[in-house]
């Protein structure tokens, strides 16, 4: 509370300085007199009487040293000082620190003048006191003093900062709820103009008025109104008189700038002792942006209720709060028969996936997928579900936003279509299942008139009986195979392991594709799982199969490989269609004669196809990217003569994963002083290499090419316990190396080197019995690590 501003000079006092000085002289000497004593002399002349007698302090300062030169009992009484201890100090001296630079200005601002005002004074116990000063200049012993009247009004002070605060409270309060108040008096029409209506700060806002330049009269709120709404609110206002009861009542007011406002105007009458009408008051809300609100909410739940999706809100614990029209056709129950029901109890088939669905929704704000529901008639459809977690003004979940799109009739096309794609796929294996049939048959023609009799030896029988039952029994899996990817699953997705998927399809290929085809499959054991429907994902494969079939018509290689793959922020950024998150990686990987690059961006459109005309649809492809899409993953293709490679993202399940696949670094194990043969043409990846084994714990031995490893080993063969060898090297590259070991050691463990992706997926590399390989450039610890696997393995790794 600052209430310690100067006062306006009083001129009154000015004006009479002469008379004051005059008749406070003889005072002023008994004053000086008593000064000089230890005890106040008794009072000298009337005004010595008045001085010390005054209920209010009185002082008197120097008005150039400012120093105290008299004060009255009454100021020792409230300030707590002995008069020595006021008389050794200033005027400035009895106010707060922080109030004595506003005091010296108003000083230099009077110049000596007589001033009054509301001051803060220091008492000696450090409590502040409120003062109203009056300060009248006077002669005090031949010098030009004043004298100061302090009226301690302390109590009303704190009466009007409580007041204070009250006023700014409810202006804060009205100004925030855009609610006004008024008050009109009833007086008669000759006093009217003397008892204007009063008007809040907030009332002039919701008007749109200044309140320092608008003068209120009894018309001023008739005027405001619409001119429609006028007769109406005057008619009121009769009638509020004549009954005295509440009014309460919406008008349209326009402001003076011409637009119009939505207001509620509320008011009652206050009575006097006597039960006499003396005044009205009200108050005055502007609702415009409320009535704009509910207009828009009323259109916008009109637009909800002529979606054709079933849109519902629904509680945290799966009460329904809202369901709109397209959810009433849909599902068949009306809003009032579904609303304050639990959605599981009705529209879900399975609670697992409600329980699954919302685990995700709270942990991601969000969920997406689809679901197989019930209706109200029995009937099952399946809607592609999303979902999105409202929160209240805190960021605390509050309800759930469900939007079902029923795709039951998209779903049956759908399936149409995969099955019509998929009988295509098998038309273009056909000749490759007949090719197959008649291998299969064969034996069995050739077998069977021996059986007839001309085979008398039981054993010799036994044999070709045993090759007429094998023969028959992979007739009967190829038939099998060819009918169940035919005939399809029924789009139930579910927890499948994508190596299983790998050796399927690589089974159908290797038995209706041309033997000139070889096919390589590579998959590690830990491969994390994905949900799907297995039908569905094997025909993405078997497509990009088929693909690669046709783009080698002379023959070649084509390979499938499956691994763990992890999005980050970066390659999502780089990728269209990418996600950060755990993926497994599906690849088919062919050394065709390539896709020209002016067609690759095209080659996903549906019935785009470079195939002549009845050789292809154009359809495979875009079945492929279909089906990647609706499990959430990508795919990925690059292209050039001599290699084409088809990578396929699908969202890791996380309920197939354990922690331990997807922990952090492998510790690096130390070796035990096995030797380790390093040959590499290249002599700083030699000493490098060797350096680091040898502070690993391992003995390495070192050769700067193929002839000199092969002379080397040759001295130690059953001494050197792994071989580490470059692929591309002068005079003996690194096969030549390999084969020649092989003759002399064919269980020498070996590891090969290479700095080409390509040459991982040579078939010559992996008849020579590769244990494992490395790619350059690697780490020292991927160095390490594949040492001690390949050391202690039992047999030959995966390539990787």
Request: glycine letters at 6%; a negative charge; one cysteine or more.
């Amino acid at each position: 509370m600052n209430f310690d501003t100067p006062g306006v000079p009083d001129a009154a006092a000015h004006s009479s300085t002469k008379l004051v000085r005059a008749s406070v002289a003889p005072a002023a000497d008994a004053v000086q007199s008593s000064a000089r004593n230890t005890h106040p002399t008794p009072p000298v002349g009337p005004f010595r009487a008045i001085f010390d007698l005054h209920p209010s302090p009185m002082m008197i300062y120097d008005v150039v040293t400012l120093r105290l030169l008299e004060v009255n009992a009454a100021a020792l009484a409230q300030y707590g000082y002995s008069r020595e201890e006021f008389l050794a100090r200033t005027v400035r001296d009895i106010r707060p620190p922080e109030d004595v630079k506003q005091f010296m200005q108003m000083l230099r601002q009077v110049e000596g003048a007589g001033f009054r005002g509301r001051w803060r004074h220091l008492r000696k116990d450090g409590s502040i006191a409120f003062v109203l000063i009056h300060c009248t200049p006077i002669d005090f012993r031949d010098r030009a003093a004043c004298l100061l009247v302090a009226q301690d009004v302390t109590e009303q002070a704190l009466i009007d900062e409580q007041v204070r605060k009250s006023e700014a409270t409810l202006a804060l309060a009205q100004r925030v709820a855009h609610i006004g108040s008024w008050e009109v008096d009833l007086t008669n029409r000759a006093e009217r103009a003397n008892h204007p209506p009063r008007w809040s700060e907030e009332t002039f806002r919701i008007f749109g008025l200044d309140a320092a330049m608008t003068q209120v009269t009894h018309d001023s709120f008739f005027h405001l109104l619409h001119p429609d709404e006028r007769q109406l609110a005057r008619e009121a206002f009769i009638e509020q008189l004549r009954t005295g009861a509440p009014y309460s009542i919406d008008h349209r007011v326009v402001r003076p700038d011409g637009s119009e406002r939505i207001v509620h105007v509320k008011s009652d009458v206050v009575r006097d002792g006597r039960g006499r009408l003396i005044k009205i008051a009200g108050t005055v809300q502007d609702l415009t942006e409320q009535r704009e609100a509910e207009r828009l909410l009323r259109q916008q739940a009109r637009l909800i209720d002529l979606a054709s999706d079933a849109i519902s809100v629904r509680n945290l614990d799966g009460t329904i709060r809202t369901w709109n029209k397209g959810a009433e056709r849909l599902y068949g129950w009306t809003a009032e028969e579904i609303c304050g029901q639990c959605a599981v109890d009705f529209i879900y088939i399975d609670a697992a996936d409600y329980a699954r669905a919302n685990d995700e929704l709270l942990s991601q704000g969000k969920w997406r997928g689809e679901l197989s529901h019930v209706c109200k008639d029995g009937r099952k459809i399946t809607v592609i579900s999303r979902w999105t977690l409202v929160r209240d003004e805190r960021g605390e979940p509050e309800s759930v936003l469900v939007i079902h799109t029923d795709i039951t009739e998209h779903k049956k096309l759908e399936a149409q279509f995969l099955r019509s794609q998929r009988l295509e796929s098998i038309g273009t294996l056909a000749a490759g299942v007949a090719h197959d049939l008649n291998n299969i048959l064969s034996p069995i023609l050739l077998v069977a008139p021996l059986l007839r009799g001309e085979i008398q030896n039981n054993e010799e029988k036994d044999t070709f009986l045993s090759l007429v039952q094998a023969s028959a029994e992979r007739g009967a899996n190829l038939v099998k195979q060819m009918l169940t990817f035919a005939r399809g699953a029924d789009g139930e997705r579910v927890l499948v392991q994508p190596s299983h998927l790998v050796e399927e399809v690589a089974k159908i290929a290797g038995q209706t594709f041309p033997k000139s085809i070889t096919i390589q499959i590579a998959c590690p054991k830990d491969i994390w799982m994905v949900e799907g429907d297995p039908t569905q994902l094997q025909q993405v494969l078997l497509n990009l199969c088929v693909n690669a079939r046709d783009a080698m018509p002379e023959g070649g290689r084509l390979c499938l490989t499956s691994e763990n793959f992890v999005v980050d922020e970066h390659y999502a950024s780089m990728t269209a269609e990418a996600k950060p998150g755990s993926y497994v990686l599906l690849q088919v990987m062919d050394d065709g004669c390539g896709i020209p690059r002016h067609v690759l961006d095209k080659i996903f459109d549906p019935f785009f196809t470079t195939k002549e005309v009845g050789q292809g649809t154009g359809l495979g492809l875009s079945t492929v990217l279909g089906i990647v899409k609706s499990y959430g993953g990508f795919v990925s293709v690059s292209s050039e003569p001599g290699e084409t490679r088809f990578c396929v993202f699908l969202p890791a399940s996380t309920s197939s994963r354990s922690e331990g696949q997807l922990s952090g670094a492998l510790s690096v194990p130390n070796g035990h002083g096995e030797k380790i043969l390093i040959v590499d043409d290249e002599p700083c990846i030699l000493e490098a290499a060797k350096r680091v084994l040898e502070g690993w714990g391992y003995e390495p031995l070192v050769a700067e090419d193929g002839v000199s490893a092969l002379a080397l080993y040759a001295q130690r063969p059953n001494e050197i316990d792994l071989v580490l060898t470059d692929l591309v090297m002068p005079l003996m590259d690194g096969l030549m190396l390999i084969r020649a070991v092989r003759k002399l050691n064919p269980e020498q463990k070996i590891i090969l080197s290479t700095g080409r992706d390509e040459d991982l997926q040579s078939a010559e590399i992996r008849s020579l019995g590769v244990d494992a390989c490395l790619m350059k450039p690697h780490s020292r610890d991927k160095l390490l690590i594949t040492l001690e696997e390949t050391l202690h393995s039992e047999k030959a790794t995966a390539l990787a």
